[in-house]
């Protein structure tokens, strides 16, 4: 039998909550704020929304939880923002350590935070709906990609009338609601670098929390605030697209602080800075389950891409640049979800021939792979049209586009001078296109002519530079690698010695310069493996050079896994497990890999099937981190679940995101991770035959 005196305090305990909201006196009495709550809390905003109001109903029961910092409610109708509203716990502490110095959080009730916060945002949601009535009835009615539809073809409802109001667009209106939990201090050493403040938060996955002293007087270099606090929900940074020093300054603007006070911010007796992590909750559609979003997406188990995901994914991608072409061929620029728009309008030359080159690799894939599938034949046929249309496009704009700056104006479709880097690479890809190609043989006068052009461009030196003058400036190590990378693929067609002559000299000359370091990666190794196929005269010193930079190759792969994210990060989300980093971080601060995971990628991936690169007892671990890898750049791809935002599903689904902070969609990044999740493919493919014709060895797992 219980205690009787322990059964007094606990109905004491509850009768004191119930008198109380939305504090508890005992911060044990609830658990911490999780999923279940939200998913509570957005049904019962949800229900709001369809009554009009929030007045409470009878069945309407608390939902008590600690570790709550506020609430934020966001109405949206296709990715237009329409109104939001939030409210803050009155009551929160300003850590969220749990030490025995710091007890948790006090228990609160999220109805009323919840209840305020759907407050402020139906009073914007009037203000908008008002204005919508009113420009129907002076205008011609609203586009549907500006305003809600009614719900039918009923009379508008009564202005005045604020519930029918809202009930009238409420079918159309989606609800996203984001539950800060308690925030946690930023505070930078005195001698800590101008972007060090950068690396102290996950953008998109932190959310932040500026404040300020109303009296400054022990602040004699702080200017007095307006605002006790700023917030910036990350959510709402991921729909702007904000970047993380966008997002500070944007804070001081809240607090209507100048930009010269930005060295202060973290800073011990500086503006205090919280960072926050939320739980984000929407509905994709509105007969959809919940579904809990981190960086604006569905999060992906952070284990290997499995081979059918695999698969699902290069078809998703194929499909996104099959959109993006028009019918003259040409490829769409970079798309902004949140804003619906494209700018530029149209993709480079570069990555209008990166996306061909990596529509071409697919084909090829394609019609091995899956010979005797009808389906397959169709999807083929869809991506041969395609081919054709963006190499035709390329010849016509390769033939009359002028490099560095022109004389005159620029011919169409492109709007400004390309520059010679660009013009070349462009060039180099169109040619590994059609040398990977024969069978586009109505292009072989396209094909000779670009390798001559590409060679014009060596000199004595054996590089590449932007003119045959000798005063010329060289290309870039990339697209030098690009180059010889093409000329490499025309040779193993050609056979041609002296193509083979021109290329050895010219990509030995690139490694140099490199200073041993694999030049313009994948680009660089790929050539080589290239080269190491065609069969090379004066075999002794052949196989000499490629002991060399077989070592040097080996080296770089083994760094660039030394640098792979394998395990959920302290600080910060788990959606980088795979990715990549391109450049050092600070220990402590979040991981930030970002799409040139996909660079990364093919190289490992080309590697694979290298027998001298990897050796077959460690192909298993790294075709594991190619898996791990592919995942990161599936969990950057836009699909439904990330859609909250997006004004145009179709122009979104699909796209890589640049890193998983910044939504902006661009052909180059996509026609890569194409390229590179076809490389895998092969790879498994090549690794599955081998196994098939060894029965008795046991079988390699896919990633």
Not at 83 to 88: H, M, P, R, T, V
Not at 152 to 163: E, G, L
Not at 677 to 691: A, D, G, K, R, Y
Request: proline share 12%; hydrophobic share 40%; aromatic share 4%.
């Amino acid at each position: 039998m219980a205690h009787p005196i322990r059964i007094a305090m606990l109905l004491a305990a509850a009768l004191f909550t119930a008198a109380t909201p939305p504090t508890d006196a005992n911060p044990l009495s609830a658990p911490s704020v999780d999923r279940s709550h939200a998913i509570r809390t957005l049904t019962l905003v949800e229900d709001w929304l369809r009554a009009g109001q929030t007045a409470p109903s009878p069945n309407e029961s608390p939902i008590n939880a600690t570790g709550i910092a506020a609430v934020r409610v966001t109405l949206r109708w296709s990715g237009l923002l329409l109104a939001a509203g939030q409210s803050e716990n009155p009551t929160p502490t300003n850590t969220s350590s749990e030490s025995p110095d710091h007890p948790p959080t006090p228990s609160v009730d999220l109805v009323p935070l919840a209840r305020a916060a759907t407050d402020a945002a139906f009073g914007q949601l009037i203000h908008r709906l008002r204005d919508a009535q009113l420009d129907a009835a002076t205008t011609t009615p609203p586009s549907a990609s500006t305003q809600p539809a009614p719900a039918d073809s009923a009379p508008p409802p009564d202005p005045t009338d604020h519930a029918a109001l809202i009930r009238s667009a409420s079918h159309s209106i989606q609800v996203d609601i984001q539950i800060a939990r308690t925030p946690d201090p930023i505070t930078l050493p005195p001698k800590a670098a101008p972007t060090d403040l950068y690396h102290q938060f996950a953008p998109g996955y932190h959310g932040l929390r500026m404040r300020a002293q109303t009296d400054s007087t022990n602040k004699p270099n702080l200017p007095p605030a307006t605002t006790p606090a700023a917030w910036l929900w990350p959510a709402d940074a991921l729909a702007a697209n904000l970047p993380p020093d966008r997002q500070i300054t944007r804070l001081l603007a809240q607090l209507d602080l100048p930009t010269d006070t930005l060295p202060n911010v973290a800073h011990r007796d500086g503006i205090p800075l919280d960072r926050f992590q939320v739980i984000h909750l929407t509905r994709p559609t509105p007969d959809a389950a919940p579904i809990e979003l981190s960086r604006g997406r569905h999060p992906l188990p952070p284990t290997s891409l499995s081979t059918p995901a695999l698969d699902q994914a290069a078809a998703r991608l194929t499909t996104f640049l099959l959109r993006r072409q028009n019918p003259q061929g040409q490829f769409a620029g970079t798309y902004h979800p949140s804003a619906d728009w494209y700018n530029p309008p149209t993709a480079s030359i570069e990555d209008s021939a990166l996306a061909v080159y990596a529509l071409a690799q697919r084909a090829a894939y394609l019609a091995q792979a899956h010979a005797h599938d009808d389906h397959a034949r169709t999807d083929l046929k869809t991506l041969e049209d395609a081919i054709g249309r963006g190499l035709d496009h390329l010849a016509h704009v390769l033939e009359t586009t002028p490099a560095s700056q022109p004389t005159g104006p620029a011919p169409p479709p492109y709007d400004a001078p390309t520059p010679a880097s660009a013009l070349a690479a462009a060039k180099a890809l169109t040619l590994l296109t059609l040398a990977d190609a024969p069978d586009h043989v109505a292009h072989k006068p396209l094909r000779d002519r670009l390798a001559h052009e590409l060679l014009a461009l060596r000199h004595a030196d054996a590089s590449f530079r932007t003119t045959a003058n000798d005063s010329a400036a060289p290309l870039s190590n990339p697209t030098q690698a690009l180059i010889t990378a093409a000329l490499a693929a025309l040779l193993e067609q050609t056979r041609d010695p002296q193509l083979a002559a021109d290329v050895i000299e010219s990509q030995d000359a690139l490694w140099e310069s490199s200073r041993g370091r694999v030049p313009g990666t994948p680009w660089g190794a790929i050539t080589e493996f290239r080269l190491r196929r065609s069969g090379l005269p004066d075999r002794p010193a052949a196989i000499d050079r490629w002991q060399r930079h077989r070592a040097a190759i080996t080296e770089h792969t083994a760094a660039l896994r030394t640098r792979q994210i394998t395990a959920p990060p302290e600080h910060g989300p788990d959606d980088v497990v795979g990715g990549i980093e391109s450049r050092p971080t600070p220990p402590d601060s979040p991981p930030n890999p970002d799409w040139t995971t996909a660079r990364s990628l093919a190289l490992l991936a080309a590697a694979l099937r290298q027998p001298d690169v990897v050796e077959p007892n460690n192909r298993i671990d790294c075709l594991l981190d190619c898996g791990l890898a592919a995942r990161f750049l599936t969990q950057l791809m836009f699909d439904e679940t990330a859609c909250y935002y997006a004004r145009n599903r179709d122009d979104a689904i699909g796209g890589i995101k640049l890193a998983p902070w910044d939504n902006r969609l661009a052909t180059g990044p996509a026609a890569m991770t194409l390229l590179a999740f076809t490389e895998l493919q092969q790879s498994i493919q090549m690794i599955e035959q081998e196994m098939q014709a060894k029965p008795e060895t046991q079988s390699t797992p896919a990633p």
